[in-house]
């Protein structure tokens, strides 16, 4: 008959590392979490719950920017979920309140890289919509900023016919 073991020194004494309290466990049992240590089913679900948890691991620290390297939104910029809600939201904005603080309503949170995917909380500002605007003209990022590309000159010196 296969059971656990009763070897007393397979048991070893370890600290939770959601709620800090101490617990015996097999050691046997370690492997199953990936290495990480709770005293219960309870710290384990409310420890994944947190979205500190599994947003982080989705960060490539370089030199200048942290990379986002989860889900992206259709624009690029990074996506996603808030804490348990069902809505998707942008990772600057997750990163921006889970290392700095609450972004008050009707603000915006803005990059001073431009680069999409930084979840990078020194690179992250609050501002305005008008902020962002003023910003985005001031960087040259402006859609009506851009060049309307002209017509070849061949088909401006009269060489073409039209086509009906």
């Not at 309307?148 to 060489?159: E, F, I, K, M, Q």
Request: proline share 6%; with cysteine; net charge positive.
């Amino acid at each position: 008959m296969m059971g656990r073991p009763t070897n007393p020194h397979l048991i070893a004494w370890f600290e939770c590392d959601h709620c800090g309290k101490a617990f015996r466990r097999y050691v046997s049992e370690q492997s199953r979490n990936h290495g990480e240590r709770y005293c219960g089913k309870t710290c384990l679900v409310e420890r994944r719950r947190d979205p500190a948890y599994w947003f982080w691991p989705r960060v490539t620290k370089t030199p200048t920017c942290w990379l986002w390297h989860g889900a992206r939104f259709s624009n690029g910029y990074g996506c996603c979920f808030d804490g348990g809600k069902p809505r998707r939201t942008l990772a600057h904005r997750m990163a921006y309140r889970l290392k700095i603080g609450q972004i008050p309503q009707n603000l915006l949170v803005l990059h001073r890289c431009d680069v999409r995917l930084c979840v990078n909380p020194d690179h992250l500002f609050l501002g305005t919509h008008a902020d962002n605007t003023h910003d985005m003209i001031v960087k040259g990022r402006a859609g009506f900023q851009k060049s309307v590309p002209r017509a070849p000159d061949h088909w401006t010196n009269g060489s073409c016919r039209r086509r009906r």
